[in-house]
């Protein structure tokens, strides 16, 4: 009979000689954090449990989105379309209209205030199918170059405003700054100007960390194809606001942008005229220029999808637990024994019996 040790080996993978070294394991160190024994919730989904939660999910989320579309329902919003208004009628060609300078592009038109309207008011301006997420257009800019006067001959990735015909640098360079909107608003009410306010409608943010003040436009608006607006050469680009809030790009194709505020109260069925330039170019793509005042309220600007949103999941939550309240009633199903749960069970070896 061939004996039980003769033809195996050590049992630390050796070949049985003192001098060969061991083999090292690769099985990890024994903790509760390897073997996943660390203490977790583990919730039973009873009947009674999950009816509860939905019930307190429906009871938050309906009042948050009742309080949303109130507060959405008090902002009063006056929308007004000029792109097509502002042409004069007898242009059959817009896109030749908009691009010959030498045609005055003056405009006036008349607001009505619907409901009572409280400072502050606020001016925007609204653009359709204007694609700012557009990959190479949002690339288009140079960030070192916008924060730092000793970079300003930085142009990459500001493809194709990177420089002049004769290669000087473009300060801001890039599409996005290029196509810097460029019409203008002022407003009378009962014969009296009303004073837009410019300051503070950018964030602080970008103001003090993304746009130097020691930074200057240089050779802005003219490379091969005029854009939109110009810059002031004299002033920082930590001062240019209309240029750091259209530089914080829109995620959708539809965006509004701040322009200003109007710090006078206007009431009901008051009139204000409004004269604009309708300077900028959105005939080439299809689009539309609309201008928006409104108020605000604690909730921001006029918003009901945030509260429809709630209410929608809220009201779901309901009619789930009240569905489920229905079934457990109808046609009852008998729960398990916990004491079979994995975590009630004792560990190997270990049983009391």
Same mark, same amino acid.
């Given at each position: 009979?061939?004996?039980?040790n003769?033809?195996?080996g050590?049992?630390?993978?050796?070949?049985?000689?003192?001098?060969t070294?061991?083999?090292?394991?690769?099985?990890?160190?024994?903790s509760?954090f390897?073997?996943?024994?660390?203490?977790a919730?583990?919730?039973i989904?009873?009947?009674?449990?999950v009816i509860?939660v939905?019930?307190l999910v429906?009871?938050i989320f309906?009042p948050i989105?009742?309080a949303?579309?109130?507060?959405s329902?008090?902002?009063?919003?006056i929308v007004?379309?000029?792109d097509?208004?502002?042409?004069?009628?007898?242009?059959?060609?817009?896109l030749a209209y908009?691009?010959?300078a030498?045609?005055?592009?003056?405009?006036?038109?008349t607001?009505?205030?619907?409901?009572?309207?409280?400072?502050?008011i606020? $001016?925007y301006?609204? +653009?359709n199918?204007?694609?700012q997420?557009?990959r190479? @257009?949002?690339?288009?800019r /140079?960030?070192a170059? &916008?924060s730092?006067?000793?970079?300003?001959?930085?142009?990459?990735?500001?493809?194709p405003?990177?420089?002049?015909k004769?290669?000087?640098?473009? $300060?801001?360079c890039? +599409?996005?700054?290029?196509?810097?909107f460029?019409?203008? @608003?002022s407003?009378?009410h /009962?014969?009296?100007? &009303?004073?837009v306010d410019k300051?503070?409608?950018?964030?602080?943010?970008?103001r003090?960390?993304?746009?130097?003040?020691?930074?200057?436009?240089?050779?802005?608006?003219?490379?091969?194809?005029?854009?939109?607006?110009?810059?002031n050469?004299s002033k920082?680009?930590?001062e240019q606001?209309?240029?750091?809030?259209?530089?914080?790009?829109?995620a959708l194709?539809?965006f509004r942008?701040?322009y200003g505020?109007?710090?006078v109260?206007?009431k009901?069925?008051?009139?204000?005229?409004?004269?604009l330039?309708?300077n900028y170019n959105?005939y080439s793509?299809g689009g539309?220029?609309k201008?928006?005042?409104?108020?605000?309220?604690w909730?921001?600007?006029?918003?009901?999808f945030l509260g429809?949103?709630?209410?929608?999941v809220g009201?779901l939550?309901?009619f789930?637990?009240?569905a489920f309240?229905l079934?457990?009633?109808?046609k009852?199903?008998?729960l398990?024994?916990?004491n079979y749960l994995?975590?009630?069970?004792?560990p190997?070896?270990h049983a009391?019996?």
């Open positions: 009979m061939m004996n039980s003769s033809g195996a050590p049992s630390n993978g050796g070949s049985g000689d003192g001098d070294p061991r083999r090292t394991s690769r099985k990890p160190k024994y509760k390897t073997q996943q024994e660390l203490p919730c583990k919730p989904l009873t009947p009674k449990w509860s939905f019930v429906g009871a309906v989105g009742v949303a579309l109130l507060a329902d008090k902002v009063v919003e007004d379309r000029y097509d208004a502002c042409v004069p009628p007898n242009v059959t060609d817009k908009i691009q010959n030498t045609t005055p592009k003056t405009c006036q038109r607001l009505t205030v619907t409901k009572d309207m409280k400072q502050p606020f $001016v301006y609204q +653009l199918n204007f694609y997420n557009h190479r @257009y949002v690339k288009s /140079n960030d170059q &916008l730092d006067a000793s970079k300003a001959n930085e142009t990459a990735l500001c493809d405003e990177k420089t002049t004769d290669g000087v640098p473009i $300060v801001p890039g +599409l996005i700054a290029w196509s810097l460029n019409d203008t @608003y407003f009378k /009962n014969s009296k100007n &009303l004073t300051n503070d409608i950018s964030w602080k943010s970008d003090e960390h993304k746009f130097g003040s020691d930074v200057f436009p240089k050779n802005f608006q003219k490379g091969p194809l005029i854009g939109g607006k110009s810059l050469e920082p680009l930590s606001e209309d240029l750091i809030v259209w530089m914080r790009t829109a194709p539809t942008k701040l505020r109007i710090y109260d206007l009901e069925n008051d009139t204000i005229t409004v004269t330039e309708n959105t793509f539309k220029k201008l928006v005042l409104s108020t605000s309220t909730l921001g600007g006029k918003n009901d429809l949103a709630y209410l929608t009201g939550c309901f789930l637990a009240f309240t079934l457990y009633l109808i009852p199903r008998k398990g024994d916990n994995s975590w009630n069970k004792h190997a070896g009391g019996h």
